[in-house]
């Protein structure tokens, strides 16, 4: 595209205060700063301190706007995302995050320039804001069509027909086509953990009926079906703007960083082909000790080599955390098993030929890294959100198993989990699982095609 007759667009971009949220946001806006438009990135301190660096030739096309954090009662101080709480505190950071509003709407004052916002879900608030200034509104959605599909309705969303946990349970009617697309009970319970006042189906609907268009994370070669019912109950125009792949050359650790890769790929290289699996529960999900030891003997019962990345759950004494690996569990697996604590470098773990599968929390980001380097998964929905969403679409589409559990309280057993590793990684019947992952490498791994989607995306926001 020739950007010397291309207008410059001034767009301020504002996700939700959580890190699976602010990273897709970010990418975007690199992307579209690489098309010559001016992004200002509104976040937190801390959140916005966090990001990696911008390429020198991107500093001058992307300014971050710094929002201070209003004090909520019960908010621990200096907590700025959701990975620095557990779930049931999660209502305060909303509503922290929705004190905002003033802060928002003085930078916007000042920068008669910017008339697109891209936001998220979470800022009901918003509209009368973009209104005031004369902005429009794009919802930027960092789930998939499906999940979309799932939460929407025909115009009626706003608890006219599904009040109860049990409504969610169910595979919505509108969504006309073969699919297993509903919430197991334990996870809607859960869910309903980390809503405030305000439910998350309400901002949701708010954020809907104000758009100029929703711009979900996914593409027609995945989910065709599910964009297409997205795209008949919402009387909206919807732009898949591709899977945001992350890149492998992106990814610039620091020398401390690339030393923990060194010692971690020389114990890769000592590995046979696809016979180790990689497990990590994402940066949010705080399982209970006795949930982590069932897991743990999951792991161990599988006889499989493993690299397992433990978190130290937000707001926890350092001596629980002690506890959160059964007594005896790393000295038993030691000569197979690594058990990491704190950050790793999950890509290029997952990248490296003897992983051949990935034991995920189903956070809809690491799916995507799974699969673009070709990877099965092993599915096991902890948390809330959409996760058990995703688990079901990533199980129906035979590029994972996901752990049985009891619908009502979420429980499982040892035994279920080693099967499932087993199956996925080893087990015969396993191998349409691996076969199809290898497959889905060609759309999530596809570096140009999900970039071509990003330029039709550009394309639609000039048009507004």
Same mark, same amino acid.
């Given at each position: 595209m020739d950007f010397s007759t291309q207008k410059q667009l001034h767009i301020a971009v504002f996700p939700w205060l959580a890190y699976g949220h602010i990273v897709p946001f970010l990418q975007v806006s690199r992307f579209l700063a690489q098309k010559g438009h001016r992004i200002y990135y509104v976040s937190t301190p801390k959140n916005i301190a966090r990001l990696p660096k911008l390429p020198p030739n991107l500093s001058? #096309?992307?300014?971050?706007?710094?929002?201070?954090?209003?004090?909520?009662?019960?908010?621990?101080?200096?907590? @700025?995302?959701?990975?620095?709480?557990?779930?049931?505190?999660?209502?305060?950071?909303?509503?922290?995050?929705?004190?905002? @509003?003033?802060?928002?709407? @003085? +930078? &916007?004052?000042?920068?008669?320039?910017?008339?697109?916002?891209?936001?998220?879900?979470?800022?009901?608030?918003?509209?009368? !804001?973009?209104?005031?200034?004369?902005? #429009?509104?794009?919802f930027f959605s960092i789930l998939n069509a499906s999940t979309n599909a799932f939460w929407s309705s025909p115009s009626n969303m706003l608890g006219k027909n599904r009040r109860s946990p049990e409504d969610f349970t169910v595979v919505p009617e509108w969504m006309d086509y073969p699919n297993n697309i509903a919430f197991k009970l334990h996870e809607m319970v859960s869910h309903r953990e980390c809503e405030d006042t305000i439910s998350d189906a309400e901002r949701y609907e708010t954020m809907l009926l104000n758009c100029k268009f929703l711009a979900v994370r996914t593409c027609?070669? +995945? @989910?065709?079906?599910?964009?297409?019912?997205?795209?008949?109950? /919402?009387?909206?125009p919807i732009v898949p703007l591709g899977l945001l792949p992350p890149s492998l050359s992106n990814i610039e650790g620091d020398s401390a960083e690339d030393e923990n890769w060194e010692a971690l790929k020389k114990w890769l290289d000592s590995k046979q082909e696809k016979s180790a699996f990689y497990v990590a529960l994402g940066s949010e999900v705080n399982l209970s000790q006795e949930l982590m030891h069932e897991l743990a003997y999951g792991i161990e019962k599988s006889e499989l080599p493993f690299?397992?990345?433990? %978190?130290?759950?937000? &707001?926890?004494e350092e001596e629980s955390v002690k506890n959160i690996i059964p007594p005896g569990f790393e000295e038993r697996v030691s000569n197979r098993g690594l058990v990491l604590r704190g950050w790793a470098p999950q890509l290029k773990?997952?990248?490296h030929s003897s992983i051949g599968g990935f034991l995920t929390h189903s956070g809809w980001s690491s799916v995507i890294e799974s699969l673009g380097v070709g990877k099965p998964l092993i599915l096991f929905p902890v948390g809330s959100s959409d996760l058990g969403l995703v688990a079901r679409l990533?199980?129906?589409?035979?590029?994972?198993?996901?752990?049985?559990? #009891? /619908?009502?309280?979420?429980?499982?057993?040892?035994?279920? !989990?080693?099967?499932?590793?087993?199956?996925?990684?080893?087990?015969?019947?396993?191998?349409?699982? %691996?076969? #199809?992952?290898?497959?889905m490498k060609e759309i999530f791994g596809n570096i140009e095609l999900n970039n071509k989607y990003l330029t039709e995306f550009t394309r639609t926001l000039e048009i507004i």
């Open positions: 001058s #096309n992307i300014s971050f706007i710094p929002l201070s954090l209003p004090q909520v009662d019960g908010l621990p101080p200096g907590v @700025e995302s959701t990975s620095e709480l557990p779930i049931q505190k999660v209502p305060l950071l909303k509503k922290a995050h929705d004190m905002l @509003e003033t802060q928002l709407a @003085e +930078f &916007l004052k000042s920068s008669p320039k910017i008339k697109l916002i891209i936001h998220d879900f979470c800022q009901y608030w918003l509209p009368p !804001v973009a209104t005031q200034f004369g902005i #429009n509104l794009v027609y070669e +995945f @989910e065709p079906e599910a964009l297409r019912v997205l795209s008949r109950i /919402n009387q909206k690299i397992w990345v433990v %978190r130290k759950p937000p &707001l926890v773990i997952l990248a990533m199980h129906g589409k035979k590029v994972g198993l996901e752990i049985d559990r #009891n /619908n009502v309280d979420g429980s499982f057993t040892s035994d279920s !989990v080693a099967m499932s590793i087993k199956r996925v990684m080893v087990d015969p019947e396993g191998e349409q699982f %691996r076969a #199809n992952a290898r497959a």
